[in-house]
Nanobody, 119 residues
Framework: QVQLVESGGGLVQAGGSLRLSCVAS????????MGWYRQAPGKQRELVAE???????NYADSVKGRLTISRDNAKNTVYLQMNSLRPEDTAVYYC?????????????WGQGTQVTVSS
């Protein structure tokens, strides 16, 4: 089992910055992916960014160049630095961990943190 606790959400004006953090406790497999998803009202949850245990990253096109994901393996923590925020970035942001094994993965989610960007 893996437990995830997010922090760092809040209200910011357009063009501002926020940094989200997510601490994972429990067992992380040697092959794992840590990431951030978001869900805006009336929309489906979507991938924002993810980083593998091998440090490969993947970003949604809409956030490339503005949001940066990073991880600290010693602290089992993943970060999302969000710059040049836009009103359309407003959503609940969820931390996610995937523990990979030979034929699949175990999926874990945080409780979510609200990010609101005012125009």
């Amino acid at each position: 089992q893996v437990q995830l606790v997010e922090s760092g959400g809040g209200l910011v004006q357009a063009g501002g910055s926020l940094r989200l953090s997510c601490v994972a406790s429990g067992r992380l497999f040697s092959s794992n992916t840590m990431g951030w998803y978001r869900q805006a009202p009336g929309k489906q949850r979507e991938l924002v960014a993810e980083v593998t245990s091998g440090s490969s990253t993947n970003y949604a096109d809409s956030v490339k160049g503005r949001l940066t994901i990073s991880r600290d393996n010693a602290k089992n923590t993943v970060y999302l630095q969000m710059n040049s925020l836009r009103p359309e970035d407003t959503a609940v942001y969820y931390c996610n961990v995937k523990n990979w094994w030979s034929t699949g993965f175990y999926d874990y989610w945080g409780q979510g943190t609200q990010v609101t960007v005012s125009s």
